[in-house]
């Protein structure tokens, strides 16, 4: 039962232009939504999350936008950068769980030059 | 400040053996997660605690077990090992949860199972 889905498994774009990683949810009870950036050989490193209470959080080139009704999140990056070309991780916070995370399975984000 | 150290960083077990894998948080973290990563699966809970009791347990079998030292530092353990335990293994310490659930994550210890 994956409750948290990122259906793109890889993703290229040019340098400059906007990436947008997508991920779907279906659990309600989801109070806090991360993102996660993982590159090989290293642990994930947190990059951006939003509170179910909110619709958009920006972080200088990041921005998560959050669509509680169609259970969409969304990480853009704008401009993307060849450093940013990393696996990156949706996560989802369970209501009162404090660190238990649901993860989705990652979409690879390459970016050409 | 030093990061979330984990060892071994890379061991090979057979079936049926027990594995340990050692976990130390950042200075000052008093929580203490853990993670399985397999291809196609994402990162998986396992267990989180916190000032030495599991307050949150994942969906894995009893095989998988852990511990935390009054240090903070974690102790995670599979017994039995089945070549479907063959995955990276990860880490994650912060203060107390986290507000925003954001975790510090080790490099992880990578298990291979034969």
Known sequence: DQQVKQNSPSLSVQEGRISILNCDYTNSMFDYFLWYKKYPAEGPTFLISISSIKDKNEDGRFTVFLNKSAKHLSLHIVPSQPGDSAVYFCAARHTGTASKLTFGTGTRLQVTL | ?114
């Open chain 2, 1 to 114: 400040k030093a990061g979330v150290t984990q060892t071994p960083r890379y061991l090979i077990k057979t079936r049926g053996q027990q594995v340990t894998l050692s976990c130390s948080p950042i200075s000052g973290h008093r929580s203490v997660s853990w993670y399985q990563q397999t291809p196609g699966q994402g990162l998986q809970f396992l267990f989180e605690y916190f000032s030495e009791t599991q307050r949150n347990k994942g969906n894995f079998p009893g095989r998988f077990s852990g511990r935390q030292f009054s240090n903070s530092r974690s102790e995670m353990n599979v017994s039995t090992l089945e070549l479907g335990d063959s995955a990276l293994y990860l880490c994650a310490s912060s203060l107390s949860g986290g507000a925003a659930g954001e975790l510090f994550f080790g490099e992880g210890s990578r298990l291979t199972v034969l």
